[in-house]
């Protein structure tokens, strides 16, 4: 159990996509300015990464290691598609909100990078544990950014009002440029509290 579930979490924190890995950043720039649409695009990747890797394990015997890349592509393609599908259906302006960064799903490093490390070489649960730990830990990192600017964009949380009529929301906040300085200041506070444990076990071991 204890072994199932490092699998699972090293996708939340110590290999983040996004915070820890920086893969994928295209969505989290893009389309982040709302807390729906973040979350919509994180559940969406969760959904094709492990997916993905549920098929790429189960085929791994089967594929020749010459074409891998090209069969992980397809699975990966039709996977999205059936995504795309599904929710233009239940949800046609979400669907148009996430525009052509839906299609690019298919592209995404993580998903490739999760195939061709850890599915193509392992079991049909554990690599079932590491995708949705990835998807996981992506969906996080989308919403945490989302909140923060949509907040601060727009002050409202899921269109709800939160900050009053006072407040005056900076443009750059709902702009790409405004979640590029935000992931950067996000990532640089985990490098500094990663770096500040390592500092006190080290002092905690020469004690």
């Not at 791994?60 to 233009?88: C, D, G, H």
Request: include cysteine.
């Amino acid at each position: 159990m204890k072994e199932k579930w490092k699998i699972f979490s090293k996708g939340l924190y110590d290999e983040n996509p996004i915070f820890m890995l920086c893969l994928s950043l295209c969505p989290a720039l893009a389309v982040t300015s709302s807390v729906i649409n973040g979350l919509t695009m994180g559940l969406c990747v969760t959904f094709v990464i492990t997916s993905n890797n549920v098929v790429v394990s189960l085929t791994r015997k089967f594929v020749n290691p010459k074409v891998r890349v090209p069969v992980y592509i397809t699975f990966i393609a039709t996977i999205v598609t059936v995504v795309e599908l599904a929710l233009q259906a239940i949800s046609p302006e979400l669907y148009s909100a996430l525009g052509i960064y839906l299609d690019l799903v298919v592209v995404f490093a993580i998903i490739l990078a999760r195939a061709e490390v850890f599915a193509s070489k392992n079991k049909v649960f554990p690599s079932f544990l590491d995708g949705f730990g990835m998807g996981c830990g992506f969906t996080l990192a989308m919403l945490s950014i989302s909140v923060i600017r949509e907040l601060l964009g727009s002050g409202s949380i899921l269109g709800f009002k939160i900050l009053g009529s006072w407040y005056n929301a900076p443009l750059i906040m709902i702009l790409p440029a405004g979640a590029f300085i935000l992931i950067g200041y996000m990532i640089g506070a985990i490098k500094l509290h990663n770096a500040h444990k390592e500092a006190k076990k080290i002092e905690g071991s020469e004690a």
